[in-house]
């Protein structure tokens, strides 16, 4: 058996960012970046008000109550023509171009206008209350990034640039494989020897969230034939996952039939729990990843594994785990030489520090307590017992599944 580290590492290291594609930005929230993105404009153009207010020279303001003389109005959208000599001021609007001469606003609750006389109250200091050209970002200037998922203030920051159209990386298809005589679709009849299938719609789900397409190939028998015609739907598809047949058996014929359909495996086992038959190899071009049966070590193995490599295919930068630390809940036991996660609940003290607790049954069936989890409690192959209060590695799972 590997490491889950090695595991990691090497499916990661086998896939290669997609090809980019161009899409409009109403098109663009939740897509990776296929390119730096770089302003078109600069934002503001020029030197431009805050406040609604008057546009003044901070000399003519430094000693108050000071009267001045409108010469005209700059509302937002619409610049001042003229200059601003001594002892004058412009009425001027939030966004408005700053006049020529001013170089600084007086807001508006500061001052008292009757007729073409202003009195000013307040004194204002040069650059008081104005936004310089630039403040925001220059022409020219990068401020998104290749390798970013982007969410919706990118999106609004990418409009406010003037860039109507972004290069990101193609959305990974993933071809799905449920093996099992044992196993029918959520609302079919279920016989009596049978369960419902869960963990095709969990992980198309998490696919999902990671920025990905899921394709469900259905559920494929145990026996070759089965197997073999339902694999074939995955030409075409950026990654093959099956779910379950990753481990030896009379029944288990993934990694048979798909040897014949050239499967080059790189490894079949790891030191996890719950997860240990997990299997990674190359059909042709097809990257596959085998997962377990069992609905929770699937899905922990989805989130351990097919995660990094969705965020690989994406040329995500940010393919952590979610990994924080917290204060244990409960005491554990000496773990063995398997690499553990443990579902776990996740609250905060009042002092805001967190606590994770380990469900007391851990049985990778279960998917009520999968469901209820906050966190997975990670423990390292041969961790020694742990008591209540120590600090301990989780990974969060919230915003993930």
Known sequence: MISVEEARRRIVGALEPLPAESV??????????????????????????AMDGWAVRAADVATVPATLTRIGEAPAGAAFEG?????????????????DGADSIVIQENAAQDGDRVTVRGTATE??????????????????????????RDVGLAAAMNVPWLDVHRKPRVALLATGDELVRPGEPVGP???????????AALIDNCGGEAIDLGIAQDNEASLKALAAGARGADMLVTLGGASVGDHDLVQSVLGEQGLDLDFWRIAMRPGKPLMFGQIGD?????LPGNPVSSLVCGLIFLRPALFALLGRRDADQQETTAVLGRDLEENDRREDYLRASLIYRDDGQAVATPFERQDSSMLSFMARADCLVVRRPHAPAEKAGAT?????????C
Do not use: C, W, Y
């Not at 020897?193 to 992980?203: G, Y």
């Not at 097809?286 to 085998?290: N, Q």
């Open 24 to 49: 409009g930005l109403e098109r663009a929230h939740g897509r990776v970046l296929a390119a730096d993105v770089a302003a078109r404009r600069t934002q503001p153009p020029k030197d431009v008000s």
């Open 193 to 203: 020897d049978q369960i419902v299938s869960s963990n095709a719609m969990a992980l």
């Open 392 to 400: 301990i590695k989780v990974v969060r799972l919230d915003g993930i």
């Open 83 to 99: 200059r601003v000599g001594a002892g004058q001021t412009v009425r001027i609007f939030t966004g408005a171009p700053v006049p």
């Open 127 to 152: 650059g008081t209350f104005i936004r310089r050209a630039g403040l925001d970002f220059q022409d020219g200037e990068v401020r998104l990034h290749a390798g970013h998922r982007l969410n919706a």
């Open 286 to 290: 097809t990257p596959m990843l085998g």
